[in-house]
């Protein structure tokens, strides 16, 4: 430890040669990004440890996938297969192997040092395969979609996929006798995210899939009408179901498709409330999300006790009808309760919309008759409220005194059962939440901060959230991903509080933390940034040698400038690949009261850069890079962008 120069001495100095005196403890990007730390030798005791994938897992790759861990020794040849891989000097490894053409696959790590030697037998499991029979003509009646049960409107299209002969005839025939065709498709590639995958040489070819539709009659052993109660699963009767055909010249084989269907009576949809937390754990999102198909992207973010008519199933998603033209899929198990038969759908008229100016936000209030499904959408200055089953009526909308942000509230009915309430604000949206009170919607809009142009950060409340446990990544050496996350966010923490920052961590020791019990500390404390702290791992099947990098994260428009201006800062301080900022569904990032993003340093699997994470060097440029992004960001609030 060096002595500090005394402050007195320093500012004496400055002051005497003319340079500009910076604040005290003023964040500045470093001059360029520092090499990668070397890696300090280590001569342990020969032993092949491996750390991914774990034994007799199955690796959902077929060509090739990675293998890492270490060896004890970084003066150890290794090959796996009888292929070199190389070593690091602290004997960590990370392998990018071709995978066999079979179920299993069992790799041979030799390691020696001089005169020692070890070696490990290293078995996983692969996925199966489709291989085409050896016919001209084939069906695979494994490949038939949908299965199970579904509740459709009659006549509604349902989607059918099959696998067959490539060149075969394909259809769908339903009991009434009508057949309708499939037509010849491309197999799918799975996209990873950002990652490139090629498809290799062991993807399916491409014309063995046939897809079509079929209109919705019911189909196999009669359901019960729609309803939110688990089904037992039914032989088929084939008489009563669907069945596939594929034909050639005068062959034809038929397989039956693994279908139920009951129609759904338009005029008497159950009711349901939605609530994400039916089991009352108090440790949910706190929102019902929904999806505009099954299983699918998040698109609204009903507050609990929302109602909804449900007008759909699919196996464990539910269909809710919001409106004439709108639909949204949310999981069975976010519907707390059905109503009494004959409720009709939520509908209501929205007569009166009332602001109170408050401290911290402006309360909207939403006089209406009856609680009703909504979604709430933001632009770059205003705020949308869509209430479904709505009708616009409104009358009044009482401001509350001139307010300083609600500079106009407009409203509209797009549709004849959708309307919409606009707010719009003087400064830029910076968050927002919703909740019921009896039948009045409650929206609240948060006042962005008062930012000191000079000192960004000097009174801020930043929460820091370092990822993880439970899970997480690991090292080839064994770095967990939570203790490097950690280190990061302590560093962090005490480069924003030198800025002025007030910092609140959501946890600060290893044990483990819900991912929503970390965004409700956030809203609890008032934050006004979440940040949330990772490192990155691959999917299988990803070669880690051309996809590494850093990248950064956010959901709502308002935090993409503070996921762009962050990640671009770390890719100043780390110097590693950039791999982009993007719009990522973690549930870290979905918090709508405050800009918050998710930054994924390095890549711990990389020994080099698993060696970085151990280094307070590095640790502190990561913590840097996250601290400029979150200064420019907040600088930028104070200008009057578009
Ligand atoms: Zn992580």
């Known amino acids: ?96 192997l071709p995978l066999p053409d079979d179920t299993v696959a069992v790799f041979h790590l030799a390691a020696e040092r001089g005169t020692q030697r070890v070696s490990l037998d290293w078995r996983v499991r692969l996925p199966p395969r489709f291989v085409p029979p050896d016919q001209a003509l084939w069906l695979d009646p494994g490949s038939l979609r949908p299965r199970g049960e579904m509740w459709a409107q009659s006549g509604e299209p349902i989607r059918v996929e099959a696998r067959a002969a490539p060149g075969a005839s394909v259809a769908v025939r339903l009991p009434d006798g009508r057949t309708f065709p499939l037509a010849p498709d491309t ?47 039914d032989t088929l009767s084939a008489s009563a179901g669907a069945a596939v055909l594929a034909s050639r010249g ?74 004439r033209e709108s639909l949204a899929w949310v999981s069975l198990a976010d519907v707390a309760s059905v109503l009494p038969a004959g409720t009709p759908p939520p509908e209501t008229r929205v007569r009166l919309v009332r602001l109170t100016p408050r401290d911290s936000l402006v309360e909207a209030r939403f006089g209406l008759e009856a609680r009703v499904p909504f979604r709430v959408d933001e632009d770059e200055r205003s705020i949308t409220v869509r209430l479904y089953g709505a009708q616009s009526d409104l009358d009044f909308v009482q401001y509350g005194g001139t307010d300083s942000l609600v500079r106009r509230v407009t409203w509209a009915q797009p549709s004849a059962d959708e309307c919409t309430v606009t707010f719009e604000l003087v400064s830029r949206v910076f968050g927002w939440r919703t909740r019921w009170d009896n039948s009045d ?24 959230d370092p ?73 299988d099947g990803v070669n ?21 201006l962050t990640q671009e800062a770390l890719v100043g301080e780390l110097g590693l690949g950039n791999l982009g900022a993007a719009r990522g569904n973690f549930a870290l990032v979905r918090t709508s009261w405050m800009p918050a993003i998710l930054t994924e340093g390095a890549f711990l699997m990389i020994p080099e850069q698993e060696n970085a994470l151990r280094t307070p060097a590095f640790q502190e440029a990561f913590a840097r890079g996250i601290a400029l992004g979150i200064q420019a960001f907040l600088r930028g609030l104070t200008e009057p962008g578009p």
């Open 1 to 96: 430890m060096r002595p500090r120069p005394s402050p007195l001495l320093a500012a004496l100095v400055c002051a005497a040669v003319g340079v500009p005196t910076a604040g005290l403890g003023q964040l500045a990007p470093a001059a360029h990004p520092q090499p990668l730390p070397a890696i300090q030798p280590v001569d342990g005791p020969l032993a092949i440890t491996v750390v991914y994938p774990p034994a007799d897992a199955v690796v959902g790759a077929r060509d090739s996938s990675f293998l890492f861990g270490a060896t004890g020794s970084g003066a150890a040849r290794l090959t796996i297969n009888g292929a070199p891989v190389e070593v690091a000097p602290d004997g960590a490894f990370l392998a990018w």
């Open 187 to 233: 197999e799918p590639v799975a996209t990873y995210g950002p990652f490139e995958r090629r498809p290799g040489r062991l993807a399916a070819q491409a014309t063995m899939r046939f897809v079509g539709t079929v209109p919705a009659v019911p189909l196999g052993a009669p359901l019960p009408p729609l309803t939110t109660a688990s089904v037992p699963p």
């Open 250 to 323: 005068a062959d034809t084989l038929v397989a039956p498709l693994p279908l139920r269907v009951a129609l759904v009576d338009r005029g008497a949809l159950p009711v349901v409330i939605l609530d994400d937390d039916t089991a009352r754990t108090g440790r949910t999102r706190g929102t019902v999300v929904g999806a505009p198909s099954p299983h699918g992207t998040f698109n609204w973010f009903f507050a609990e006790g929302t109602p909804g008519a449900l007008d759909g199933r699919v196996g464990g998603q539910v269909r809710v009808r919001l409106s």
């Open 441 to 464: 919607l409650v929206f609240e809009i948060r006042r962005p901060p008062v930012i000191d142009r000079a000192r960004p950060l000097a009174g801020r409340t930043i929460a820091v």
């Open 467 to 539: 990822g993880h446990p439970p899970q997480g990544s690991t090292g080839p050496t064994g770095l967990r991903e939570a203790e490097a996350n950690l280190a990061v966010a302590l560093a962090l923490r005490e480069l924003l509080i030198r800025e002025g920052a007030r910092v609140v961590m959501t946890r600060t020791t290893d044990s483990a933390i819900d991912l929503y019990e970390r965004t409700s500390l956030a809203e609890r404390a008032n934050a006004e940034i979440l940040v949330s702290i990772h490192n990155n791992a691959f999917p």
């Open 544 to 564: 880690p040698f051309v996809n590494n990098g850093t990248s950064t994260y956010y959901f709502f428009p308002r935090a993409a400038r503070l996921a762009l």
